[in-house]
């Protein structure tokens, strides 16, 4: 179904586009009826289908697969390094003290 993006979702439409019917009958009737050079019109004007109905003209072979959102891992990478049990800061690792001041050595060429 076509319709306006401003009006309401059971306002009135401007063209039926197709049905689908997820539950078909016994006599294993169609699930999708779609009139495609009406859908390439509208999609060729510039309407945007919803993820659902997207989702079923990927299906019928009118649009590429809809983007999908890849989720990194849970939790990521393990720290095992040892951590103190009174403290909770890591043990072992100990950074060698640096100074901020402006370190001047001399070298001489002879």
Avoid at 54 to 65: D, I, K, S, Y
Avoid at 75 to 84: F, K, L
Avoid at 96 to 110: G, I, L, Q, R
């Amino acid at each position: 179904m076509a319709a306006d993006s401003r009006s309401p979702r059971d306002g009135k439409h401007l063209e039926v586009l197709g049905y689908y019917n997820p539950l078909p009958g016994q006599d294993g009737g169609k699930r999708m009826g779609i009139n495609f050079d009406r859908v390439k019109y509208w999609l060729s004007v510039g309407a945007q289908p919803s993820n659902p109905v997207e989702r079923l003209l990927f299906r019928a072979g009118l649009l590429p697969p809809p983007p999908t959102v890849a989720m990194a891992r849970k939790g990521g990478p393990r720290d095992t390094r040892p951590v103190d049990a009174l403290t909770g800061r890591v043990l072992g690792e100990q950074k060698p003290p640096t100074s901020n001041k402006n370190d001047t050595t001399v070298t001489e060429n002879p």
